[in-house]
């Protein structure tokens, strides 16, 4: 999703930090259980992620070697996307989109994507839309036209250990969807604002050092959004720096 830029210091509008029950019960974001097959696709050698998505099923577990040249769409359940830290999804650059991501995952449940750079996308970096449900561990997504990281239309992501860099904006979470962030995330300089929640959306922190830094705006909270550390044992020592961010004239 793209934003108009703001040209302002780090925003944070109807910022709502809160903290509840401990009795609230934790959600998490399922992942491939022990029923997976493992099969490997190697785009250095000729090999495509598409044709291997066609041929999954729900447990199964893809490793990614090389680069792909590819926009990829995830309609699968429990699928695990596994680049070992060196795997790269290239989206190809291109005009401006919205709504389209190097990886989009349309609707599935329990979709994990680990150890991957996800770079030069025409929109987002990733796109979860249609009440998705995903994971994105150790994972950098840079050099998007779009966004980084798109969570909309009622999805849910669990991001731990990522980074969000040199895109149009960092992150975004919109109408009714819900980021979760863990370990070390890095947000950073992206044009625009480095996260934006909106449209009854909640951004939580939850047992994460949050550095955003360089990027046009910090944090924008829009009205119906919300940024939370819930009273969760596992958001405790949770912190957000947001620094180094320009102020135009």
């Known amino acids: 999703m793209t934003h108009a830029r703001v040209c302002a210091g780090a925003v944070v509008f109807g910022l709502l930090v809160a903290l509840v029950l401990l009795g609230r019960q ?9 029923d997976s097959a493992v099969k490997k696709v190697n785009c250095n050698k000729g090999q495509t992620l598409p044709d291997a998505l066609k041929k999954a099923k729900p447990g199964d577990t893809l490793q990614v070697t090389g680069t792909c040249h590819e926009r990829v769409t995830i309609t699968t359940d429990r699928l695990t996307l596994d680049g070992d830290g060196s795997g790269v999804l290239d989206g190809g650059g291109g005009s401006p989109t919205e709504f389209e991501g190097v990886v989009t995952i349309d609707g ?3 979709v994990t994507l680990t150890g991957f750079t996800i770079q030069n996308g025409p929109g987002a970096g990733i796109l979860g839309q249609r009440a ?9 997504v840079q050099d998007n036209t779009g966004t980084g990281i798109v969570v909309g239309d009622g999805s849910t992501a669990d ?14 979470v919109f109408t009714g969807a819900n ?3 863990r370990g070390a995330i890095s947000i950073t300089h992206n044009l625009g604002p480095g996260a ?5 959306s909640i951004l939580e922190i939850r047992g994460a050092d949050v550095q955003v830094n360089n990027n046009l705006v910090g944090i924008v ?6 940024l939370t550390i819930f009273a969760f044992s596992s958001s405790t020592g949770s912190t957000l720096t947001v620094d180094g961010t320009p102020v135009c004239p």
């Open 108 to 110: 599935a449940h329990g």
């Open 132 to 140: 998705a449900a995903f994971t994105v561990l150790d994972t950098t």
């Open 196 to 200: 934006f929640a909106n449209g009854a």
């Open 179 to 181: 980021a979760i962030l």
């Open 26 to 34: 934790e959600q998490s974001v399922g992942v491939a259980g022990a």
């Open 159 to 172: 991001l731990t250990n990522t980074t969000m860099r040199r895109n149009a904006n960092g992150l975004d």
């Open 221 to 226: 909270v829009l009205p119906g959004g919300q």
